[in-house]
């Protein structure tokens, strides 16, 4: 488990102002925190996607393509951030072949393992609670799982972003490959960007 601090400034009367810091914890995803990481994808999607997309984008993505991953759970490939045991975001990544949890009912190869040494180990499921967006959340997610698919023998890693995510990604070394679109079960398409990185 790793530890994030966040620094909170908080205006007191008069011209003084407060510093105080919370505790972020990072650990493995359990298959009991299901229900809340639904909820919690819910609110993110919902919370912070609709600069980047339509309300029925937004909408059609909630429902159909953003899930729990329980295979990444299974796998201890998936994290969570909390705060006084308050989950507050989510992200991990695999070493199987999807890049979504859609892929598991239209791709054949969805779940098919990865060769470390050819293929780029998959980055997945971001989610942070819009309370706590753009705090270093995700980043910190990030880095345990660029950490961890290094020590499981892979040097590069690839992703889907969504339009929302792009920002934090691009500061974080991934590089634009080129856009990928899906289309869902009620007919309507997002689009997205895949990028990667090399890992060191």
Known sequence: MS????VHVIPQEGTM????RTAVAVRHARLRDVPVLQ???????R?????DYTPRQVDSAARYLFAVETRLIEDRTYYVAEVNGVLIGAGGWSRRHAFSSYEYGVSKNAEAYLDPRYDAARIRAYFVH????RRGIARELLATSEADARSNGFWQTELIASSTGVPLYEKAGYTALGEESVTLT???????LRMMKFLN
């Open 17 to 20: 102002l407060e510093q105080t």
């Open 47 to 51: 919370g912070l996607m609709h600069h």
């Open 130 to 133: 819009p309370a706590f967006a």
């Open 39 to 45: 909820t919690l994808i819910d609110q993110a999607v």
């Open 186 to 192: 009620d007919g309507v398409t997002l689009t997205g």
């Open 3 to 6: 530890i994030l601090w966040l």
